[in-house]
């Protein structure tokens, strides 16, 4: 089967996002891994104000996401994360190989730049 990178943006529950970030972005990248995906970069993104309520939050987290994956696995991640209670929406799209690897080594860059900031100098 083929493989390929994604880009998945997840609107978390912000109440349950603050009180436990690491669980709950995990629990997403859980999905993923669990259906032999590989995460390749992962970042929250923004806390926005709804438009409207959705499940009745008014307030939700977004989760970026870059993903690797055998294609058949798509439909069985988007199935798990429709049934999840901590994932209001989710949009997830296949990235052309050329924009992936531009983004992923954009992400990584700037990776290593802020770990170089955070380094104690000497």
């Known amino acids: 089967m083929a493989v390929h990178t ?6 978390l529950d912000a109440g349950r996002a603050s009180s ?4 709950v972005s995990g629990q997403v990248n859980g999905v993923i891994t669990r259906h032999k995906g590989e995460i390749l970069h992962t970042r929250p993104w923004e806390v926005p104000k709804l438009a409207y309520p959705i499940n009745r939050s008014r307030k939700g987290v977004y989760l970026l996401t ?5 294609a058949a ?18 949009l997830i799209i296949k990235l052309p190989p050329n924009v992936a690897k531009d983004m992923l080594t954009h992400y990584t ?8 900031a955070a380094a104690p100098t000497a």
């Open 73 to 90: 696995e798509l439909a069985n991640i988007e199935a798990d994360l429709r049934i999840s209670e901590f994932v209001l929406r989710k």
């Open 20 to 23: 436990d970030w690491e669980g």
């Open 66 to 70: 870059y993903f690797s994956i055998e």
């Open 109 to 116: 860059e700037e990776h290593h730049a802020h770990e170089e």
């Open 6 to 11: 994604y880009e998945g943006l997840f609107l």
